[in-house]
C-alpha cells in the first residue's frame, strides 16, 4: 500500500512538473495581428516630450492613447529608479516644465478625451495645473489655468494666469506662487507677463474694464515691491526682454477717432533697481517721425545690447471715414420760404434778361437743392476677383497674403541719447534683419523679379546693407540667385560679416571693410548638394553656422563637416575626416549649450552621425581647443537604429538620447559622459506585447534603368516563414529607405497607410528609392521601382503574384503613372495624384495661392519649361494620356477641398478610367484637404484601403462598397453601419 501509494506520488509530482514546464515554456497569451478597432487604444511616446532636468537627476515623458487620454511619467535617473504616473488628460502636445534648480516640475492637466467628446460638458471643462515638489513630494493643484511660467534662474516663483471668468476687459488673474513657503498674490486684469533672466524682475500688463488702471509695471521678487512704470486708458502690450534680462520694451496703444488704427508709443525700461522709464511717442516728434505712419502693434519692441536705441515697427495711418451728414427734414413753412428766397434771389440777378435765362436759374437752383442719389451698398456690389497678365501675384496668392500685408510693418528705430527716430526700412524692402550688436541690418527686394519668380519658381532678389546709425540704405548684390536657402547671407556673431553663396562657392562679406572673400574656391571639394536633383543650379549643403568668435564657419560637403578660417592665411580643415572614404554623411550639429551664441569652438561639439548604405545612425563628437575643433571624430553612439532626439542636462554631465527600430517604439536613454552602458529609462506602450510585428527588415540594393545605384528597405511579415513568399505592398515617395530603422507608431494617419500595421497583418513592405532625370519624373518612378521590385522578389520573400503599391501626392501621381506603364502589380491605391502634367501646370496651389508652374519647373515636377516649350515630355509623363494601358484595379483618394492637388486632377483620371471602364473606385472626404484631418475620415479611410488590398492580394472578399458601389440614397445607412 505505501508503495503504490509512493509510485502515485511520484507519477502525481512528475505531471506537475511536466505541466509547469509546459506552462512557462508557452506563453499565456498568444500575440495576434494588430486591427483597426484596437488602435483606437494603442498607447504610444509622444514625439519630444522627453525632458531631462537641469542636474540630470529627474526626466520626464509623456505616453498618450490614439483616442484617448496622456500619462506623464516622472522617474529618478539615480539607483533609486523613482517613477510615478499623474494624468494629463486628452492632448498631444503637453506643456510642462522643470525649474531651473530642479526641485520644482509643474504641469498641465487637460479635460479628458471622453469628457472632451461630450458637447454638453464643453462649456464646463478647464484645464488644472500640477505642481510637484520633488524634494518633498508634496503636489499642489491649482484650478482654472491658461498658462504658467517659473521666474527663471531665481527658481523662486510660480506665475500663474488663471482663467478668465465674465467680466469686460481682456486682463485675467495672475497668481503669483512664492514656492518656499507657500504663500500667494493675486493680481487682478493682467494681460501679458514675463519674467526676466535672473528671475528678480516680473513686468506684466494691466487691461481692466473701462481701461481704469490700465499700464505697465513691474515686480521686485526679492523686495515684493511693484513699481507703476506707466498707466492711462490705453492698451499696453508685446512685453520683450532683453537677452541679459537688464530692461524691456514694450508697446502702449491708444485709440483716436480721427483714425482706423490705434496710435503707437514706445516703452523702454531700464536701471531696473530704480526704474527708468523711456516713452517715445510719435506725436509728438514733429521732426523725425514721418506724418503718414503711427507705431505698429504687429511688431514686438526691442532694445539694443547696449540698451541705447529701440527697435520697433512703424504702419500707415489711416483717417476714419466721416459719417454723412444728414439733411433737417423740411416743413411747408420752410418751403414756402425757401421758394419766396428764391424769387427774390431771381429778382435781384441782372444776368436773367429773358424766359430762357429764367429757365436756367430755376433748374440751377433745384439742381443744388436736390437730394443726392444714394450710393449703392454693399449687398448691390458686385463679388468679383480681376485677373490681370502683370499681377506680380496671382490674386489667390494675394488673397492668402491680405491679412499679412494688412499686419506688415516697417522697422524703425529710436535713438535715446540724441532722440531721433530713424525709418530703417522702406516699402520695398522685405526680409528685414537687423544683425547682432545692431549696428547693420540687412534688407531685400524681391519686386523687380516677382513675377518672373512665381512664373519659373527661380529666385532672385536685390540685397541692401542698412546702416543702423544713419539710415542709409547701400545696395549690396544685385540680381541675386537663391538656388536654396543655404545661398542666402548668415550674420557672424559678432555682427560685422555675414556668409553667402554663390555659384558653388562660399563668401564672406566684411561690412566693415568691404571686404568680398571666397572661402572655398582654393579647396580640392565641393560645398554643392550634388544629390540635390530638382531643376536648379548649385544648390548648397546648408552650413552649419559660426563659431562664436566669428572667425570660422562650419560647413559641409555631401559627407564632411569643414572648419574654413575666414582669415584665409589659415588653413581650412577637414574635421570628420573619413566621411566620404566610409560613405558616413556627418549631419547637423546638435545644440546642447543652452544661451550660445555662436558655436564655441573650445567645447566638445556632439554631431549626428548616418552610414549611406547601411543605414546606421550615431552621434559622434569632435574636441574643442582654443584654436578650434580638433580633427577626428570619436564615435559616441553608432547601431542599427535610428538616433533622434539627442540632448544634455543644462547643469550635469546626464546625455539623453532617444533610439527605435522598425519593430521596437521609440524609447529615450541615459548615459553619462563617457557614453558608456547607456540605460533605457522610459516604458514601451502598454499592450506592445500583445501584438505581432515585423520579424526583420532587409536592405535591397539594386541598379536603376539608368545605371544608378540605389537601394530599397524590405520590411518582413510578422511571424516571417523562411522559403514562404508573402503579398507585399510597396510604399514610396522619392528617398525612404533612410527609413529601415524608423518606426510607425499604430494610427489612423492623414493618407490612411501605416506600415506597421500592415506588416503586423502579414504584409510584407518594400520602399525603394526613386532618383530623377529632368523632363521624365514619370519615367524616372518607372526606372527605379521597377528594377527595385524585381531585386527584391529574388529575396524570395516576395509573391510576384501578389504586389500592391500605394503612394500619396507625389506618390500618388506616380502610382497613377506606374500603373500604365507595368501589369506587375495586381492592386493600387493613389491618393490625391497629380494625374494631367499639363492641365496641372495652369492650375493653383490653393493652400499658398501661388500657381503650379514654379512647382513645375524648378522644384518637385523637374522639367524644363513650361508644357508650350516641352510639350512631349509633359504628355509622356502625364497618366491620363495612357490610361488606355492600365490593367491594374485602382483605388483613388481625391478630396473636393485639396489645396495642393485640385480635385480636378482625380475627376479627370476618374472619368477617363470609368469611360474605358477599368476598374477604379474613388473615394472624396467632403470638405478635406490634401490629407485627411478628421478622425472619423481617417478611420475609414485606413480600413477601406486595407479591405481594398486584403480583396485583392489575399483573396479576402470584396465589401459590397467596393464590389458595387453605394448609391447616394443609401449612403448615410452605410457610413453608420461601418463607424466605429
Not at 539 to 565: A, C, R
Not at 617 to 634: N, Q, T, W
Not at 737 to 744: A, E, F, K, M, Y
Request: glycine share 6%; proline share 4%; aromatic share 12%.
Amino acid at each position: 500500500m505505501n508503495k503504490r501509494f509512493s509510485l502515485f506520488l511520484l507519477c502525481v509530482l512528475m505531471c506537475m512538473h511536466a505541466f509547469a514546464q509546459e506552462e512557462k515554456e508557452t506563453p499565456s497569451k498568444e500575440r495576434k495581428p494588430i486591427s483597426w478597432e484596437e488602435i483606437s487604444n494603442w498607447e504610444a511616446l509622444v514625439t519630444g516630450s522627453g525632458q531631462v532636468s537641469p542636474d540630470g537627476k529627474w526626466f520626464s515623458y509623456t505616453l498618450k492613447e490614439v483616442e484617448g487620454d496622456g500619462k506623464l511619467i516622472l522617474e529618478a535617473t539615480d539607483d533609486t529608479k523613482n517613477k510615478k504616473t499623474y494624468p494629463i488628460g486628452d492632448t498631444s502636445r503637453p506643456r510642462m516644465d522643470f525649474s531651473e534648480n530642479s526641485r520644482w516640475l509643474a504641469f498641465i492637466e487637460y479635460p479628458n478625451f471622453k469628457d472632451k467628446k461630450d458637447k454638453s460638458k464643453a462649456k464646463k471643462l478647464f484645464n488644472k495645473l500640477i505642481l510637484l515638489d520633488l524634494k518633498e513630494d508634496k503636489k499642489v493643484v491649482f484650478e482654472k489655468v491658461q498658462s504658467f511660467t517659473f521666474n527663471n534662474d531665481a527658481s523662486s516663483i510660480l506665475a500663474i494666469n488663471l482663467r478668465k471668468e465674465g467680466g469686460s476687459g481682456k486682463g485675467s488673474d495672475l497668481l503669483i506662487y512664492h514656492l518656499e513657503n507657500d504663500t500667494k498674490q493675486n493680481i487682478g486684469n493682467v494681460l501679458e507677463f514675463s519674467f526676466n533672466k535672473s528671475g528678480k524682475y516680473l513686468s506684466y500688463t494691466v487691461d481692466a474694464a473701462n481701461q481704469s488702471g490700465n499700464g505697465i509695471y513691474l515686480f521686485d521678487v526679492d523686495n515684493n515691491r511693484t513699481h507703476v512704470l506707466e498707466s492711462d486708458e490705453a492698451s499696453f502690450k508685446s512685453i520683450h526682454w532683453t537677452e541679459e534680462g537688464d530692461g524691456f520694451a514694450a508697446l502702449k496703444m491708444t485709440k483716436d477717432k480721427k483714425y482706423k488704427q490705434e496710435l503707437g508709443a514706445v516703452i523702454g525700461v531700464k536701471n531696473l533697481s530704480s526704474p527708468e522709464v523711456i516713452v517715445y511717442n510719435p506725436k509728438e516728434d514733429s521732426i523725425s517721425f514721418p506724418d503718414k505712419y503711427t507705431i505698429s502693434p504687429n511688431q514686438r519692441p526691442s532694445w539694443s545690447d547696449d540698451l541705447s536705441q529701440l527697435f520697433y515697427g512703424i504702419h500707415d495711418l489711416e483717417l476714419a471715414k466721416k459719417p454723412e451728414e444728414k439733411k433737417p427734414e423740411v416743413n411747408k413753412d420752410s418751403l414756402k420760404a425757401l421758394e419766396t428766397e428764391k424769387i427774390a434771389s431771381l429778382r435781384a440777378d441782372t444776368t436773367i434778361k429773358s424766359m430762357a435765362d429764367l429757365k436756367k436759374a430755376l433748374s440751377k437752383i433745384e439742381r443744388a437743392n436736390a437730394t443726392p442719389k444714394k450710393q449703392p451698398n454693399n449687398a448691390d456690389k458686385p463679388n468679383m476677383t480681376i485677373w490681370h497678365w502683370k499681377d506680380d501675384q496671382l490674386q489667390s496668392r494675394q488673397e492668402k497674403l491680405e491679412s499679412s500685408e494688412k499686419r506688415k510693418s516697417l522697422y524703425a528705430v529710436y535713438n535715446t541719447e540724441n532722440k531721433k527716430h530713424t525709418t530703417l526700412q522702406d516699402s520695398t524692402l522685405s526680409d528685414f534683419m537687423v544683425l547682432p550688436k545692431q549696428h547693420f541690418a540687412i534688407a531685400s527686394d524681391a519686386k523687380p523679379y516677382e513675377l518672373q519668380s512665381n512664373l519659373t519658381g527661380k529666385s532672385y532678389r536685390d540685397f541692401y546693407i542698412i546702416d543702423i546709425e544713419s539710415g542709409e540704405k547701400t545696395l549690396w548684390k544685385e540680381k541675386f540667385y537663391i538656388p536654396s536657402g543655404a545661398s542666402t547671407p548668415k550674420a557672424s556673431p559678432d555682427g560685422t560679416k555675414f556668409l553667402f553663396a554663390v555659384d558653388g562657392d562660399f563668401f564672406v562679406y566684411d561690412l566693415i571693410t568691404k571686404e568680398e572673400i571666397n572661402l572655398t574656391a582654393d579647396m580640392e571639394t565641393t560645398f554643392v548638394n550634388t544629390d540635390d536633383d530638382h531643376n536648379v543650379t548649385k544648390p548648397m549643403n546648408y552650413p552649419i553656422g559660426w563659431d562664436s568668435e566669428s572667425k570660422y564657419v562650419l560647413l559641409k560637403t555631401e559627407w564632411d563637416i569643414w572648419q574654413v578660417p575666414v582669415n584665409k592665411k589659415k588653413k581650412a580643415l577637414n574635421l570628420t575626416v573619413n566621411g566620404e572614404s566610409t560613405q558616413t554623411r556627418y549631419q547637423g550639429r546638435f545644440g546642447i549649450y543652452p544661451d550660445e551664441k555662436g558655436i564655441d569652438l573650445s567645447k566638445k561639439q556632439y554631431f549626428r552621425a548616418y552610414g549611406e548604405w547601411t543605414k546606421k545612425s550615431g552621434v559622434i563628437s569632435l574636441e574643442g581647443s582654443k584654436s578650434g575643433l580638433k580633427p577626428g571624430p570619436k564615435v559616441l553612439v553608432w547601431e542599427d537604429a535610428m538616433i533622434g532626439q539627442f540632448t544634455k542636462a543644462k547643469a550635469a554631465d546626464a546625455f539623453i538620447y532617444s533610439k527605435e527600430t522598425y519593430n521596437t517604439p521609440p524609447a529615450y536613454f541615459l548615459t553619462n559622459a563617457s557614453f558608456e552602458n547607456p540605460e533605457k529609462i522610459t516604458d514601451d506602450p502598454k499592450k506592445l506585447e500583445e501584438y505581432t510585428w515585423s520579424s526583420g527588415v532587409k536592405l535591397v540594393d539594386y541598379v536603376s534603368d539608368k545605371g544608378v545605384k540605389l537601394q530599397g528597405a524590405l520590411f518582413l511579415p510578422a511571424d516571417y516563414e523562411e522559403g514562404k513568399k508573402y503579398p507585399t505592398m510597396v510604399y514610396y515617395y522619392e528617398k525612404l529607405s533612410s527609413g529601415l530603422h524608423n518606426w510607425t507608431s499604430p494610427d489612423f494617419g492623414r493618407t490612411g497607410w501605416n506600415p506597421n500595421v500592415y506588416t503586423s497583418n502579414g504584409y510584407a513592405v518594400f520602399m525603394p528609392d526613386i532618383t530623377y532625370t529632368l523632363d521624365d519624373p514619370g519615367m524616372s518612378a518607372v526606372w527605379c521601382v521597377i528594377p527595385a521590385v524585381k531585386a527584391a522578389i529574388e529575396t524570395g520573400i516576395i509573391d510576384e503574384e501578389n504586389i500592391g503599391i500605394h503612394g500619396h501626392s507625389w506618390g500618388g501621381y506616380q502610382t497613377a503613372f506606374l500603373v500604365t506603364q507595368t501589369d506587375m502589380f495586381k492592386a493600387a491605391a493613389a491618393g490625391a495624384a497629380l494625374t494631367n502634367m499639363i492641365s496641372m501646370y495652369d492650375l493653383i496651389y490653393w493652400n499658398s495661392g501661388n500657381g503650379n508652374m514654379a512647382i513645375f519647373e524648378s522644384s518637385q515636377g523637374r522639367f524644363t519649361g513650361g508644357p508650350w516649350e516641352n510639350w512631349e515630355s509633359y504628355e509622356r509623363n502625364s497618366p491620363i494620356y495612357h490610361v488606355k494601358d492600365v490593367n491594374t484595379p485602382l483605388l483613388m483618394l481625391h478630396n473636393d477641398k485639396d489645396g495642393a492637388v485640385d480635385f480636378t486632377q482625380g475627376l479627370e483620371y476618374y472619368n477617363a478610367l470609368r469611360r474605358l471602364q477599368k476598374p477604379v473606385v474613388m473615394v472624396q472626404y467632403k470638405g478635406e484637404n490634401h490629407g485627411i484631418a478628421k478622425l472619423e475620415n481617417r478611420k475609414d479611410y485606413s480600413v477601406r484601403m486595407m479591405e481594398f488590398f486584403d480583396h485583392h492580394l489575399k483573396g479576402k472578399p470584396a465589401p459590397e462598397w467596393l464590389e458595387s458601389g453605394v448609391k447616394a440614397i443609401d449612403l448615410d445607412d452605410h457610413l453608420k453601419e461601418r463607424a466605429f
